[in-house]
């Protein structure tokens, strides 16, 4: 059974406050060098990475648990639920091997899709929303850059899931830890070389083969690698293979869908109605939000391969335990840090001499109870997988639907 050791909990801990201590260190740059509308670009853009993301479909989180299945002792892979044998403790390398090397056939192809995507459609949504590239110095060159940025953030993603579902997780959090170090020690020097928001994308480009490399060497270990590589494989087993996991990534990704119509999709709606100072406002209030979202989570996230291996072991008991104390943590975490945002966020850009103000309070207060049932809800989606079943498929698309109506609705008649 996987443990989460004292050291995965501080590099969970350690490596989520230094991302979030990474936006209050490049944040105040953010908003104080770059200009509105360079602001409100820089949202647009996330946005549109975020729906590319998409094209992933869930496959990195059924990844992580399968492979966390195989580590557990799984001889085989099933569709829906999970295949033992008693008592067994080995690991089946014929097995590990097929999924590794399919899955990175698999990021390959999602990568170079939502490269075309971002080139082809994407730079269509930037032209409109500024005004064909006029509002914002070399919009087409960031634009362009961040198109590669993201492919290859998409690409190498997949060695976090190998290490995650090794229940590798403080090698896996230090790998994203250096990963945005050198992200923001970058965005510092170019922000401050007055680079502009050209100096965000360049460390986005250059940040993921720092986490790529630290990612590698710590999962591919010679006895890892010689184990796995005597294995050759054609196509159809690797397409059995990717159906067997893609069977109920698809489900995810459904759901995955609906979650991004609940949190995110207003700020690309946004983005075709407002202007980029409004934009800019409610961007910087999604992030802060997603941080105060992320970081409550880290116990959770940090317990996943955990709880997905007692699943395996049918210790049930231990199960809904440690998921209790995921979420009370989750609870009094999301609670502190929503009450310390809604009280002090203006004190703290006015004294930053931030170019870009919150919505008010009420707003905040509203969208802070939309992100806290988001998360409240992700968790425990993210726990009924753990049995390798997604039966809530329907209700998360319906909710996306009606958000998304709403959503459009508002922003056309308002």
């Known amino acids: ?6 050291k995965d909990l ?30 409100g670009m820089n949202y647009l853009m996330l946005s549109i990475a975020t729906i590319v993301s998409l094209i992933d479909f869930g496959f990195t989180p059924q990844l992580s648990r399968n492979l966390t299945y195989i580590f557990s002792g799984a001889d085989k892979l099933k569709k829906e639920g999970v295949y033992t044998k008693p008592k067994k403790k080995s690991i089946n390398y ?58 290859f953030n998409i690409y190498y993603s997949y060695y976090f899931s ?20 050198f992200y923001v020690f970058l965005t510092v020097i170019l922000l401050l070389n007055n680079f502009g928001l050209i100096s965000i994308v360049i ?13 590698y060497k710590a999962f591919f270990k010679p006895e890892i690698s010689e ?32 979650a991004f119509a609940v949190s995110k999709l207003s700020i690309f709606l946004a983005g075709l109605y ?67 945002l809604i009280l002090f966020s203006n004190d703290i850009l006015n004294l930053i001499g931030s170019n870009v103000d919150l919505p008010n309070s009420s707003i905040l207060i509203l969208f802070s109870l939309i992100i806290f049932l988001e998360g409240n809800h992700s968790n425990f989606a993210s726990f009924i997988t753990t049995e390798n079943k997604v039966p809530f498929v329907i209700p998360a698309l319906i909710s996306g639907l009606f958000i998304a109506i709403g959503t459009y609705v508002s922003l056309q008649f308002t």
């Open 227 to 258: 184990k796995i590589d005597i294995y050759k494989f054609n196509f159809k087993e690797k397409k059995e293979n990717f159906l067997i996991i893609f069977y109920n990534a698809k489900k995810l990704g459904l759901v995955f869908i609906g």
């Open 203 to 215: 460390s986005n480009l250059i940040s993921p083969f720092v986490g790529r490399y630290i990612a």
């Open 162 to 181: 190998l290490l995650l579902g090794r229940g590798m997780i403080m090698e896996s959090k230090r790998a994203q830890f250096f990963s945005k170090f």
């Open 10 to 39: 501080f590099w969970g801990y350690f490596t989520d406050l230094f991302v979030i201590s990474s936006g209050i260190i490049t944040l105040p740059l953010v908003l104080s060098l770059l200009t509105e509308d360079e602001i």
């Open 274 to 340: 407002l202007n980029l100072n409004q934009i800019a406002s409610f961007g910087l209030m999604i992030q802060l939000f997603a941080v105060i979202s992320m970081f409550s989570s880290v116990f959770f996230n940090v317990f996943q391969p955990r709880l997905a291996s007692l699943r395996i072991k049918k210790n049930i008991s231990k199960l809904k335990t440690d998921f209790a104390f995921c979420m009370n943590m989750y609870y009094l975490s999301y609670t502190l840090l929503t009450i310390f």
């Open 1 to 6: 059974m996987l443990q989460v050791r004292v």
């Open 94 to 151: 014929k097995l590990l091997s097929l999924t590794i090397k399919t899955s990175k056939i698999v990021y390959q192809i999602i990568a170079t899709i939502s490269f075309i995507l971002m080139v082809l459609f994407g730079t269509i949504y930037i032209n409109i929303i500024t005004d064909g590239f006029s509002t914002v110095e070399n919009s087409l060159s960031i634009w362009l850059i961040f198109c590669f940025s993201t492919f």
